[in-house]
């Protein structure tokens, strides 16, 4: 098992902890057969990648065990953010059939949180996500954590997402504040429905806390990190800036069967860490100290 160091802003604003911490109480009480969620977004840069860590955190802080995948294996952001260069083995390689999950999950040294980083870039990420390798990997994951948080690339940029989530138990919408216009965020929630993918909730990030809407609230803390995320080849995603408000987000959560969650932001990175596990009468973390194959767990 891979071990990676994770190293997060410690300048975290508290009102980010506490809109996530808010986001996982939701998602618990939406239902136990939640255990694998996906976070997407209509295009690059609103920050999905951001939710998804900051969410898989939350998760673990509550004491859960928590993988949070990288699915985005075209334009992975993950690896260059948290200065993960040691990682060398990463989903690619366990969805072309090369290694074990015990070979490819990273323990960090954040408490319950392991990861599996996208590795490599395929020629085939659709094909791949939509094989049996993932859906086996999946079923292994729900066996093994609480709680699967996978990173998809941008539902609008490429089909890959609509091809996780159909995997998972249910996705989560993640939208730029004033950068989504209603329509185009229709129509990524369209063709979410046809995976039949649970929709859970519409995440409105990047907002202006110091506009009168918002009180005392204070500053504007979201972040962009579109140099990590470059261009997806013939995207072309282009969409009319509207003034999606908050009122605007939640209706669209409506029309979804979704509940619109707390305003959340983006933040810096971190660091990370990885290891392995082994037997039925100990809980994973003693496996993992001991070496253990995650294969050769007795459930």
């Known amino acids: 098992m891979q071990h990676v160091s994770l190293r997060f802003d410690k300048s ?10 808010t986001l996982r109480t939701n998602i618990e009480f ?22 998804a860590m900051e969410l898989a955190k939350a998760f ?20 260059g953010r948290y200065k993960t260069g040691a990682v060398r083995l990463g989903l690619t390689h366990i969805l072309v059939g090369r290694e074990k999950l015990s070979d490819v999950i990273c323990k960090t040294n954040f408490p319950k ?18 094989g049996e390798n993932f859906e086996s990997l ?30 998972c138990d249910g996705t989560i919408l993640v939208i730029e504040n004033n950068a989504i216009s209603y329509k185009f965020a229709q129509n990524v929630k369209a063709q979410l429905d046809k995976t039949e993918s649970r929709i ?8 202006d806390m110091s506009t009168k809407s918002y009180g005392h609230y204070g500053k504007y ?10 261009q997806y080849g013939n995207e072309g995603v282009h969409t009319k800036t509207t003034d999606l408000s908050r009122q605007g987000a939640e209706e669209a959560g409506a029309e979804a069967g979704m509940r619109a969650s ?28 001991r070496g253990s194959d995650l294969e050769e767990i007795n459930l």
Request: charged share 30%; aromatic share 8%; hydrophobic share 40%.
């Open 262 to 289: 707390r305003k959340l932001t983006e933040k810096r990175p971190m660091d990370s860490t990885v290891e392995e596990s082994a037997e039925s009468d100990l809980n994973l973390d003693e496996m993992l100290d």
């Open 138 to 167: 999946i079923n292994k994951a729900k066996q093994l954590f609480d709680y699967v948080i996978v990173d998809t690339p941008p539902l609008g940029s490429v089909i890959d997402a609509a091809v996780a989530a159909k995997k």
């Open 221 to 230: 803390y979201g972040k962009y990190y579109g140099k990590y995320y470059g």
């Open 113 to 130: 949180l392991y990861m599996i980083f996208a590795g490599p870039v395929p020629p085939n990420p659709s094909e791949l996500l939509g």
């Open 200 to 207: 859970l909730g519409v995440v409105l990030n990047k907002v």
């Open 60 to 79: 673990a802080e509550a004491g859960k065990r928590t993988l949070l995948i990288d699915a985005d294996m075209r334009k992975s952001v993950l690896v």
């Open 30 to 51: 939406s239902g136990a057969d939640l255990k694998v969620i996906a976070v997407t977004s209509c295009t690059p840069n609103e920050g999905k990648s951001s939710v």
């Open 12 to 21: 975290e604003d508290y009102r980010i902890k506490e809109a996530f911490k």
